[in-house]
């Protein structure tokens, strides 16, 4: 088996932990870049406070195969209270985020074997959910850039978005803290 290498931003998601752990398990080096240290999980890890800024990103010189963008939230709020900042934040963190990890790993990834990048998105973008504007629309522009890239960068490097419905994480910890809230999820 070839040993492959992964980067993945959100490093401290409780899925991208999950990944990390198969994934080191099979015999690959996954890196992690998170706002708090998670040194613990991955083989090399970096901390990176703003996913938009290009030069917050550490320099790997080797190619990597993969790379996967975790960072989210999950504002929740009635459209009319939703203010201006608000829906940049959270485009900055979901879409301006995952434009720039991309674009500073594109090198790393054109050198590398059968490279993929994977994008988190969620079932909001696609399905009207009320109280879910901001995120909708932040995760709606990741699908868009996805969908770009791939028609761009195929067929050498695959591009995919996996929209998650709400999951059993931290993240996910206060709207899924009853049975009532359970059942109605």
């Known amino acids: 088996m070839n040993q492959r290498q992964y980067i993945f931003a959100g490093a401290n998601s409780a899925i991208a932990k999950a990944t990390a752990e198969m994934l080191r398990t099979s015999g690959h080096r996954v890196i992690g870049l998170s706002r708090t240290n998670v040194s613990d999980h991955y083989d090399e890890s970096f901390i990176v406070t703003d996913y938009s800024d290009k030069t917050a990103y550490p ?30 934040d959270d485009f900055r963190v979901h879409a301006l985020g995952a434009t720039t990890f991309t674009q500073h790993f594109l090198p790393n990834l054109k050198s590398a074997e059968a490279p993929a990048i994977v994008f988190i998105s969620s079932v909001a973008a696609r399905t009207g959910l009320s109280f879910h504007t901001s995120v909708s629309m932040a995760k709606g522009a990741i699908e868009s850039l996805a969908l770009s890239l791939a028609a761009e960068l195929a067929p050498t490097i695959r591009v995919n978005t996996i929209a998650l419905s709400l999951t059993d994480t931290p993240l996910a910890a206060s709207l ?6 359970k059942e109605a999820s």
């Open 176 to 181: 899924l803290n009853t049975d009532q809230k």
């Open 59 to 88: 320099s790997v010189e080797s190619p990597v195969n993969g790379i996967v963008y975790f960072p989210g939230s999950i504002r929740l709020k009635p459209f009319a209270r939703i203010t201006a900042e608000e829906y940049l």
